[in-house]
């Protein structure tokens, strides 16, 4: 027992190992016997520390595990598990440094690739194991998905550990969602492993009015390692091909680009051959075929303002929201039209009783980062029967009744909020019933049932427009699952004097949702993006929160 104890580094102590010996004295010479071959082990054991599983150490092993049967033991646990024969089995490492090194490749390979220059550190042997391209393989698979790419590149002689090392590892922290600073215009960025490259991909609303088709990508920047050991930043702004650019980390969540070549971006027909391929891009359109004067001017004045910036630009992090289980249906990113403005992004999110879109993309009357709409969940809406939803003051009335109690709410002071709230009610209540016969109470009890779409969420009921109602968008869908209440918010050119209107957030289903704005008598219908986001989820709802707050000061 003590010669196992004493080899696996486990088992009895040395005070339990001396009253053993006093005991064995009393058994005869073969106890002695045994004593001295334990001391003869142990000096050999010390001798051949520093070989790895040479001669001197096996021959160690085997004496100790010949010496005497009944005393090998199970490692780590300190009894005797070999009562009838002898352990011939190899010993038993007392340190890393001691496994093989495909042991140790596989160890190591499991370990976060931030970790690994440390241990690169400890010594020479775990250094030179280091420089195994199976870690590395590994590391670029689980970190950053690179599976398939990497037989590509590793016959162009770029090694899984040069990839890492110099080009994944060092520009980590730009991949995921990014929102540049282009004044009111804002935008969304997403910065990707993609093939052998890193690439930041620029997202683009599908034309005007088609909200559900899918988005629209256009690199502005790539980086790689094929034509050097160093890693390569290159523009793709332009028609001429990458070219020369530049990558600056400003602070923490954010960074900027820069184009050293910006003759790149020039076309030999000047700024107009330059604006009729924007528009081509930007709208899939000439602007002879854009017959509205206020649109070509606002589409005219976007060319000026975004090309002026020659792809040197200034990014901070944006997040997708997380999910939470009281969440009416799972939040993200949707394209939605905004009239003469064309489509745009925003992010929806859900605060307790309050769902919220931020703008990624914005315009001049509102700019990216604002909040376009604030739904209340607590005040859901009833329809009326089909024919009396065509009545745009039947609506009306019926979302002026909850705007005004929600507003008596808000400025009754807190000792008289409860009495004013049934006072309110009753008020509302009596008005709706007159004109719709609108009962309140069933929404009431499927949103405080779960707003996520459990079993006890109501069915599918008629929707159609108003008349009078503009839409960009002559499909839209002719059933909704709930409404409720919410504002909009509206402002005049440059922002100027901005003010929340009331208007109806109707859902149709798990990806498109819309909203009646009253006072404009529009109607905006947004659809989910569903592109793969990597690298882009917030890790709890604190640092979204706080994102929100600073995105409205980016582009106030």
């Known amino acids: 027992m003590a010669v196992c104890a004493r080899l696996c580094g486990v088992g009895q102590s040395r005070r339990c190992r001396r009253r053993q010996r006093s005991d064995q004295q009393e058994q005869g010479s073969d106890s002695d016997m045994d004593e001295e071959e334990e001391e003869k082990i142990v000096g ?33 646990s300190g ?69 398939e ?24 922290h730009i991949l995921g969602l990014w929102q540049p600073d282009i004044g009111p215009y804002g935008g969304l960025l997403n910065v990707v492993v993609d093939g052998l490259f890193i690439i930041g991909w620029m997202y683009l609303p599908p034309h005007d009015p088609r909200v559900e088709d899918p988005m629209r990508r256009r690199p502005l920047f790539r980086i790689h390692l094929l034509e050097s050991k160093k890693a390569t930043v290159e523009c793709m702004y332009g028609h001429k ?21 910006t003759d790149h971006h020039r076309m030999p027909g000047g700024r ?6 924007w528009l081509e891009e930007e709208w899939g359109r000439t602007l002879e075929e854009i017959f509205h004067e206020h649109m070509q001017e606002l589409i005219l004045m976007k060319f000026i303002y975004t090309s002026q910036y020659d792809n040197c630009l200034t990014y901070r992090r944006i997040y997708l929201p997380p999910l939470m289980p009281s969440d009416l249906l799972q939040p993200g990113l949707f394209k939605g039209t905004y009239g003469s403005h064309g489509l745009e992004i925003v992010m929806l999110s859900f605060h307790e009783m309050s769902a919220r879109a931020t703008k990624l993309t914005g315009d001049p009357n509102v700019p990216a980062g604002q909040l376009t709409l604030d739904v209340d969940l607590s005040q859901p809406v009833d329809l009326p029967e089909l024919d009396q939803q065509r009545n745009i003051d039947v609506l009306s009335r019926i979302i002026l009744g909850i705007h005004e109690k929600v507003q008596r709410e808000v400025e009754q002071p807190a000792s008289d909020t ?6 309110a009610e009753e008020e509302a209540d009596d008005a709706a019933a007159e004109e719709t016969e609108v009962d309140h109470g069933a929404c009431v009890d499927a949103c405080q049932s779960g707003p996520s779409g459990s079993s006890s969420s109501p069915e599918a009921q008629p929707f159609v427009l108003p008349l009078g109602v503009m839409a960009r968008n002559e499909v839209y869908p002719r059933t909704c699952r709930k409404c409720f209440y919410g504002t909009g918010l509206i402002a005049g050119h440059g922002f100027t004097s901005p003010e929340r209107t009331p208007g109806l957030f109707v859902l149709f289903d798990e990806d498109r949702f819309g909203f009646i704005w009253l006072e404009l008598k529009s109607f905006s219908l947004y659809s989910r993006l569903t592109d793969h986001l990597p690298h882009a989820h917030a890790p709890s709802m604190e640092p979204f929160e706080a994102m929100l707050r600073n995105m409205q000061s980016w582009t106030s």
Not at 243 to 259: L, M, R, Y
């Open 79 to 147: 009894h005797n598990t070999n009562r009838g024969g002898s352990n011939t089995g190899p010993p038993h490492p007392e340190s890393l440094m001691e496994l093989p090194p495909e042991l140790l490749v596989e160890i190591f390979s499991l370990l976060p690739g931030t970790v690994l220059p440390n241990v690169a550190l400890v010594c020479k042997k775990f250094r030179q194991i280091l420089n195994t391209e199976t870690i590395w393989r590994r590391r670029c698979a689980e970190e950053f998905g690179m599976r």
């Open 149 to 172: 790419d990497l037989r590509k590149m590793e016959a162009t002689g770029v090694s899984s550990q040069d990839l890492y090392v110099k080009l994944l590892h060092p520009y980590r």
């Open 44 to 76: 050999q054991r010390r001798s051949d520390a520093g070989s790895r599983g040479g001669p001197g150490r096996v021959a160690a092993v085997a004496a100790a595990a010949t010496a005497e049967p009944s005393d090998t033991c199970e490692y780590g």
């Open 418 to 423: 409860s009495a004013c709230v049934e006072h």
């Open 272 to 277: 107009q051959e330059e604006f009729r391929t």
């Open 241 to 261: 091909g990458p070219h020369k650019g530049d990558i600056q980390t400003v602070k923490k969540d954010e960074f900027s680009t820069k184009c050293n070549q």
